[in-house]
C-alpha cells in the first residue's frame, strides 16, 4: 500500500486550497490526497529536490513524464509552452537569501492546470512566500489564472529591482571617473559587467517566454489575467533594454577609465623625460670633469667652479627655452589636444 500521507513532509513547502476570495486553506499531504478539482483550484509549492516530492511527482502527480522531465532538469532555461488546457512555466528568479549571490539565479518550475498549480523550487523564493503571505491574511489570487498572473508579477518586482540598482551602482562609478581614477573603480566596473551579463544570460530567454505566455490560449486564463500577463511581457522588455544599456555604460565608463589613467601615465613619463633631457647634458659634463686622468682645465682655479655653475645655468635656460619653441613644455601641445578634441566632438 503507498499513500502520500505515509510521506515525510520534508518537501512540501505549502499547500493552499483557494477559496475564490483571496483566501485559502492550509492542507497536509492528507489533504492532498484526498483533493478533487471540485474542490476548489489548489495550490502547491514543492522543493523538488526532497525524496517525498520526488516519490509524489512520479507516482501520485499524474504529470506527463515528458513534462515532469523537464521540471526536473538540472539547468532549465526560462520558457513557457501549452500542452493542451495545461502550461508548462520556467522562470527565474533573483535570489535574494541571505548570503547568496542575486546573480546566481534561482529557478522556479511551474505546471498549470485548470484546477492546480504546482510549483517547484529547491532554494526558497520570496516571490512565493509573498502569495503565500497574501493568501494567508485573505489578500491573494483568486483563481488560477490570476495565481499565474500574480507569479510572473512577483519575479518581475525583484528582477526590475536588481537590474535598477545595478544601474545606479554603474552611473555612480561614472560620476567618480569624472573626479579621480582610482585602481578600484576598474575591479567594480569590471564586476558590474560581469554580473550585468550574468543576469542577461537568463532574462532574455525570459523576456521571450514572458512574451509567448501572454499569446497563449488556455480556456483558465481570462482577459484580465492575459493584460497583466502582456504588462508584465512589455515590462521585462524594458528591464532587459536596461539592462543592455547599463552592461554597455559600463564597457563605455570602463574605456574611459583606462583612457585617463593612460593619459595620466603618459603625463607623467613625459615629466620625467623633460626631466632627463635637461639633466642629460650636465651629467655628461659632470662625468667628463670628474674623470681621475691629468688635464682636466681650470681644475686650480677657484672662481673656476662658480663659472662651471653659471655655464650649466645658460645650458639650462636654453634647453627649456629650445623646449617651449618646439611646444614641447605642454602650452602650444594642450592647445592643440584641446582643438582636436573639440573638432572631434564636433563631428560625432
Known sequence: MSTVAAYEPTGLAHAYLLDGRGGGEQLDWNGIERWTPADGALWLNLDYSAPDVERWLGL?????PLIRDALLDDDPRPRA???GDALLL?????????????????????????????????????????????LDRGAGPTG???????????ILEHVAARVDTLGDDIAACEDQVLSETRGELRTQLADQRRRAIAL???????????????????????????SRIAESADRMTRTVEELDAARDRAAVTQEELQSKIGEATNQRLY????ITAVFLPLG???SLLGVNVGGVPLQHDEWAFWALCGAFAII???????????????????????????????RR
Open 81 to 83: 509552452m501549452a500542452h
Open 144 to 154: 488560477v489564472g490570476e495565481l499565474t498572473a500574480v507569479l510572473v508579477e512577483r
Open 271 to 274: 615629466v620625467l623625460s623633460i
Open 284 to 286: 655628461f659634463v659632470c
Open 316 to 346: 639650462v635656460a636654453a634647453q627649456l627655452w629650445l623646449f617651449r619653441r618646439r611646444g614641447w613644455l605642454g602650452g602650444e601641445r594642450r592647445g592643440l589636444r584641446l582643438e582636436e578634441r573639440a573638432a572631434d566632438r564636433a
Open 60 to 64: 501520485h502527480s499524474q504529470i506527463d
Open 200 to 226: 542577461r544570460r537568463f532574462l532574455a530567454p525570459q523576456r521571450e517566454a514572458f512574451a509567448k505566455l501572454s499569446q497563449i490560449q488556455v480556456p483558465w486564463l481570462d482577459a484580465t489575467a492575459r
Open 90 to 134: 520556467i522562470v527565474r528568479g533573483i535570489n535574494v537569501n541571505e548570503g547568496a549571490a542575486p546573480e546566481d539565479m534561482l529557478s522556479i518550475r511551474s505546471w498549470i492546470e485548470p484546477h492546480r498549480v504546482v510549483t517547484l523550487r529547491r532554494r526558497q523564493s520570496r516571490s512565493l512566500k509573498a502569495i503565500a503571505a497574501d
